[in-house]
């Protein structure tokens, strides 16, 4: 690992600076799909699925028995870790609802705010090697506890059209009736137009590949809202003597793991943390299976040496990490000046794994910088807040004469007749 | 009016339907302009403020002159009226603050939730014949609450190169510094990539004709957040025979004055309210000077009789309001049963123009139905959320083997071993 020492701020930005996104290959593909989805329905869907998928399939609903033989078919070790997870991830979110907010701005001007379900969403569920079960709960519980009435599942079919049984039994678990074995840009496009077979949702979750995160960007274009826009997973560790280098390289090695493109960046005011690091990095990975995607991913981190703790939270909020773990002497300090990131991961003992699955917090979260502006999904994710207004008849007489004079300025008369027609009938009815 | 008596709910979809956008002929212009600022800054915004506004300037900035100049020339009852609905916006957004949201999910395992305020938002504000300075209250204040560190507001200069009075005192009442006199697509430009003389933001807000509608979309390509999609205006009326068709048809009008393509539906139990709000609809129209855009927005305008206030409610749902009055005898009723609408007012004393202005709730809403999954702006617009958790050792204990069981069931085995690492010590530790 090649160590940066106290680089100067002009040179943060190219230091920090993320890979570009070349997307404009894949939309044509994308167009294709999403045209022929939203003219041909099911029939559409099918075609992209043998010819994405490479498997033919003539219902892409589950069957009651599909589910059964799931929950059969997954380990109880498994189902209780899951069980584990989710306990945790409903008691983090649940713990999130708000009040409504209620003001009189004035005598009789009311004022209020309530929260209402997004009343259809989907979710997305990348299928590949791995069975995202844990992105399920992350995106399920939430929509569940919101009171969201029609939540709607898409994950992609294996080559025996099926789908892996803890994708099922989890999306059971979380109480989803409508999975449907179809993936990629042809499962977007069923959640955005609706067909015959899967519903139209009003806003669709969950990540996935280039072609699938170029996909929910066109949905947005046909009225369909989405989590967030998404990049390459990053992790960003904060970490002085105080910390534990082999926790270290084992936390980054994690994110590693994700892909050649993962972002990976260690922050120190020690050298000496920085290069035992960079040595237990090489040592673990030798163990590690994924080793060819995680030296990919290192190759191209960055262990950065800052002269002071304030370079470095300076720092840390210039690249808005989605990850960041804080392993620092001056813990509190840290913590204090975070403007900008997704999740943070506090000590020694919070290895970002534990977020990704089981403590409780949301695993989907901004990347890319997106933290400056964007929350990671949470039970608002899955809600809207309606505003509400009730005057009375001695409000509208108080508050009425500001209205009418801000209208006339705007020029719109109309606005300051609506005040004036109730003012006139208030004092017609009072002579 | 023509009244549209019980339609059969196979109607409602295209009896609802919405106005289609057509924006690929404004695209193009908009692409060109970004492409110009994106190379060349300030150079390019001078020319395109030349070749859109018709007026040449130097400098975009407001010198502390034209400030003081501006307020000397607000009347004093407009200075008090504006003071007043701002008042009132405090208190309403204000009151929008949340708690930081804190659970320990398991013994050891803390997770917590915070808000942090976005720290540059750009704040669009129209030209054209009305100065829009209630949209300055409804976007600068919730900015102020926030915290957010800057804030940059942008306004097309007039012919003499100036902007109206009322938009610079505003402003500047609201604390805002970052003034700048650049309109149109190259001003959601000038904030996307950051110029010499303007500042990039993280996100952008404010309404705006279609060019500056497809200028956000196409903003959000380069990683700048917008407030919400934006379509024309909307009101839809819900009134039975205890509302007054007086007052019910000056707040059509007050819809229908914004533009030709305003909505405006008016849904009634009644035959009778329809057939007294179109008479009056007839006369009051006669006095307003902006009548010729008012005919035009009424003559699509729907009158709507339902057979009950299920029906009713059930429509407006399927309608999604961006606003929505309720003048109905079940009051609660219709309350308790909205599902989806931007913001709501109840009762015969509560115009829209009130929310417009000066109640205290916030005018930017979802149009176009996207009340079904979108907020109108609020506090937490200009805010986002942070996730954090701590985890002891006993913590880690606990919850280490769910997390390893789940990363080796995904195929994530540096995850699984980043929780070994950690266990593996505590092992060594307590031996």
Not at 94 to 99: G, K, P
Not at 186 to 201: D, E, N, S
Request: aromatic share 6%; hydrophobic share 40%; glycine share 8%.
């Amino acid at each position: 690992m090649k160590i940066i020492e106290c680089p100067p701020r002009d040179r943060w930005e190219s230091l920090l600076r993320r890979p570009v996104k070349t997307v404009a290959d894949i939309e044509e593909t994308v167009l294709r799909v999403f045209n022929a989805v939203r003219a041909e329905g099911d029939q559409a869907i099918r075609g992209f699925t043998r010819e994405f998928d490479g498997v033919t399939l003539d219902d892409f609903g589950l069957t009651d028995e599909e589910i059964r033989e799931a929950s059969a078919n997954v380990a109880p070790a498994l189902r209780q870790a899951i069980g584990q997870a989710r306990s945790n991830i409903e008691k983090f979110h649940s713990a999130q609802r708000s009040d409504k907010v209620q003001v009189e701005t004035m005598p009789g001007v009311s004022c209020w705010q309530e929260k209402r379900p997004i009343e259809k969403v989907g979710l997305y569920i990348p299928g590949g090697s791995a069975p995202l079960f844990s992105t399920i709960l992350m995106l399920a519980v939430p929509a569940a506890i919101a009171g969201c009435r029609e939540v709607v599942l898409c994950s992609p079919p294996d080559k025996e059209g099926k789908l892996h049984p803890a994708i099922i039994d989890t999306a059971a678990q979380c109480g989803i009736r409508n999975i449907y074995k179809v993936g990629g840009i042809q499962a977007i496009a069923a959640m955005t137009f609706g067909t015959a077979g899967i519903p139209k949702v009003y806003k669709i979750f969950g990540p996935g590949n280039q072609y699938v995160t170029v996909a929910k960007q066109l949905a947005t274009a046909y009225d369909v809202a989405i989590d967030m826009p998404a990049g390459p997973s990053e992790l960003l560790i904060a970490a002085d003597e105080s910390a534990n280098p082999a926790f270290v390289a084992a936390d980054l090695l994690s994110q590693a793991e994700h892909g050649p493109d993962s972002q990976v960046i260690l922050v120190s005011t020690s050298t000496g943390l920085l290069n035992k690091v960079s040595e237990e990095v090489q040592r673990q990975m030798r163990y590690l299976p994924r080793a060819d995607l995680a030296t990919r991913a290192m190759a191209h981190s960055r262990f950065i040496c800052v002269p002071d703790d304030e370079t470095a939270v300076e720092l840390v909020n210039a690249y808005a990490p989605e990850h960041y773990i804080i392993c620092c002497e001056r813990e509190s300090y840290y913590l204090e000046h975070i403007r900008n990131a997704g999740s943070v991961f506090v000590g020694n003992f919070t290895p970002v794994s534990a977020g990704d699955y089981a403590s409780g917090t949301n695993h989907t979260l901004p990347t890319n910088g997106y933290a400056r502006q964007y929350s990671g999904v949470n039970l608002d994710s899955f809600m809207k807040s309606i505003t509400f207004q009730k005057i009375t008849a001695h409000g509208i007489r108080d508050l009425g004469p500001a209205i009418e004079t801000m209208a006339e300025e705007e020029g719109l008369l109309a606005h300051k007749n609506s005040v004036r027609v109730r003012l006139d009938a208030l004092k017609a009815g009072s002579n």
